[in-house]
């Protein structure tokens, strides 16, 4: 019995900060002034003071106030890529977000992943 419960953990698929790649952990400790600039060089043209803005309401809404984590709640299933759909784009398995215009911009890569799973870490 133990084996077989063992095993299972073992097939069982990393999340959170477990599944993130090295590239992705260190977008989770960028500073908010590289976070920028970072933004700034894949929207050339984009007005700072709208980035500015779109990283804010990112942090309040999204991570400070548990959006991410509400939908990880309602469906734990939810891929990363789902939830930041919800974010982006219509509305996933019956959740809408608050979210509105911020599929207008470019983000770096692999933002909404570490970002996603960094909120899903603190499910476990």
């Known amino acids: 019995m133990a084996a077989a419960t063992s095993k299972a953990a073992r097939n069982k698929p990393a999340v959170g900060h477990a599944s ?5 952990r260190q ?7 590289f976070r920028l600039a970072q ?5 050339e043209g984009t007005d700072r003071e709208v980035l500015e803005n779109k990283l804010l309401y990112i942090d309040s809404i999204a991570i400070d106030g548990g959006e991410i984590l509400d939908a990880m709640r309602v469906n734990p299933k939810l ?3 789902m939830v930041m759909d919800l974010f982006l784009g219509d509305p996933v398995d ?4 608050t979210f ?3 599929g207008d911009i470019n983000y770096p890569e692999h933002f909404w992943r570490a970002i996603i799973e960094n909120e ?3 499910l476990y």
Not at 39 to 43: A, E, T
């Open 120 to 122: 899903r870490q603190k």
């Open 27 to 33: 977008l989770l400790k960028w500073s908010p002034a």
């Open 79 to 81: 891929t990363w890529e």
């Open 94 to 97: 019956g959740y809408t977000s």
């Open 39 to 43: 933004f700034q060089k894949v929207n």
């Open 100 to 102: 509105h215009r911020l």
């Open 20 to 24: 993130l790649t090295e590239d992705e």
